[in-house]
């Protein structure tokens, strides 16, 4: 029986040992969050290594991943064609630095011969009910433009490659956008364009100025801090009830089994 | 006689033990392989997917507001209500055993992104709608009926358990190219003084292709 007690004693240790380490382990606090995206027309298929380790296999124009954590620090970041298995001088390589906390894009810019990467840091916050919204200059070759509602303001004035620019915050709905010289020639009809609420965007205008397309990603949704209280513990409290029931009855049985044979031992003798 | 009666308590112990330690097992088991996805201390290798205008994101109806809940492989059928974050900034939860809850600021279930449902594993007196949760498998279906009556179905990728305080919240609610929907609850052992479990569960599905 005192080695029974003596084995609960160490399991509720342990546990409490467990429970502290799960509170102390604050995961993501000393994380960044980094995507990467091919916004490069005529590059190939390319595989992304981060530190020498690949990450992504495989990656097309207009490919993004989602978002990776990575430790906060300096990071070796290289593109590689995708048959190059490696081998050979990467497309690129470039530093990376990221602050914990923080989201960041990279997005691999330009036509081949001039690759580059375009680093952005990304918003993960939005007032509630509304919506957020960025543009990327991402085309290589196409002039300077304004994005703004068709027939009204410019939202987002001398957009130049490879820029992104700062965000801005705008009621939910749906909008009749446009990418226009700043001459007011439409050179893309983005009308119709839906920005949902609690929401943050980046919308990349991309490919070449003749095949320009807009490239819509999704940097943030509303979230909580903490994962909800799904439960008030009624399951729990009838599973250790269970398991007494279940040792008492063992116990019980024990004693009574020692009874009876002591009893028969006696009516022998 | 007496021999009998302590066989039979004997057994009836065991019987009693064995069967609360097989939810313990499982439970173990489950977090078992959260280890395997939050040690490695750099989490990457996702897959690309594709952008997307290349699933004909027009030609498909938007989903409603979800407004039923059944996964037939686990017995659940129950209704949907909507809520939001409060002043803490946590997702609120039913203040019952029956109802489960969809986070409303984030996505409906069907769009595009991760939408997310969470219900009770306990209530105050005994097993809720999401008990049966960790038993559900790769493979397993969903059906989501919305507001006008549209059924949406999802498959279950994977079922994951987190220790408190370290559950991927970003990788649940967080943005996400394609049609995703992640179902919360709460196991692993019951801890009175901090009135909570000790882990939480994620089941992780993927809108069925027709």
């Known amino acids: 029986m005192k080695k029974v007690f003596a084995l609960f004693v160490t399991v509720v240790l342990l546990s409490s040992v467990f429970a502290l380490e799960a509170f102390a382990d604050n995961h993501g606090s000393d994380e960044a969050m980094v995507r990467i995206a091919h916004a490069s027309p005529d590059a190939p298929a390319v595989d992304v290594y981060v530190n020498g380790d690949a990450v992504v296999e495989g990656a097309a124009f207009k490919d993004a991943t989602d978002y990776m954590n990575l430790p906060a620090g300096e990071h070796e970041v290289e593109i590689d064609a995708a048959d190059a298995d490696g081998e050979g001088d990467p497309v690129i390589s470039s530093m990376l630095t990221v602050e914990a906390g923080q989201a960041y894009t990279v997005a691999a810019v330009g036509m081949l011969e001039n690759l580059d990467l375009e680093v952005a840091m990304d918003s993960m916050e939005v007032s509630d009910g509304m919506t957020k919204v960025r543009v990327g200059h991402l085309s290589p070759d196409a002039p300077t433009v304004d994005v703004g509602l068709i027939g009204g303001d410019a939202l987002f004035s001398g957009a130049s490659f490879p820029a992104i620019t700062d965000y801005q915050e705008l009621d939910a709905g749906t909008y009749d956008l446009e990418i226009r010289t700043e001459d007011g020639t439409q050179v893309l009809d983005l009308s119709g364009t839906t920005l949902e609420e609690n929401t943050v965007y980046s919308v990349f205008a991309v490919n070449t100025a003749e095949n320009l397309e807009a490239w819509v990603l999704t940097d943030y949704t509303a979230m909580p801090d ?19 029931a279940g040792l008492g ?21 | 006689m007496l021999g009998i009666a302590s066989l039979l ?28 996805a939050t040690s490695s201390g750099i989490q990457l290798k996702k897959e690309f997917s594709p952008s997307s205008d290349e699933k004909a994101e027009s030609t498909s109806p938007t989903p409603g507001s979800p407004e039923h809940i059944r996964i037939p492989s686990i017995g659940v059928d129950a209704p949907i209500i909507a809520t939001g974050l409060d ?31 969470a219900g009770h594993v306990d209530d105050y007196s005994g097993p809720a709608v999401f008990f049966d949760l960790e038993k559900l498998q790769p493979g397993d279906e969903i059906t989501i009926t919305d507001e006008r009556d549209m059924a949406w179905t999802f498959i279950v990728d994977k079922v994951e358990a987190y220790p408190l305080g370290e559950a991927p919240i970003r990788d649940i609610f967080g943005p996400e190219q394609g049609r995703k929907m992640n179902l919360l609850t709460c196991t692993g052992l019951y801890d009175a003084s901090a009135g909570t479990h000790e882990e939480r569960l994620a089941v992780y599905t993927t809108m069925k292709q027709e």
């Open chain 2, 9 to 36: 308590l004997i057994i009836g112990g065991v019987v009693l033990i064995l069967s609360s330690m097989d939810k313990e097992r499982a439970e173990s088991t489950s977090s078992g392989n959260s280890e395997v």
């Open chain 1, 249 to 269: 009855a063992m116990l019980a049985g024990v004693l009574l089994a020692g009874f009876a044979f002591n009893r028969r031992r006696s009516h022998q003798s």
């Open chain 2, 87 to 117: 002043e803490n900034n946590e997702m609120v939860v039913p203040d019952n055993g029956e109802e489960v809850a969809w986070f409303e600021p984030g996505r409906e279930p069907g769009e595009e992104g991760n939408a997310v449902l």
């Open chain 1, 226 to 244: 903490e994962m909800p209280q799904t439960g008030m513990g009624g399951a729990q409290s009838g599973m250790d009830t269970m398991l007494l």
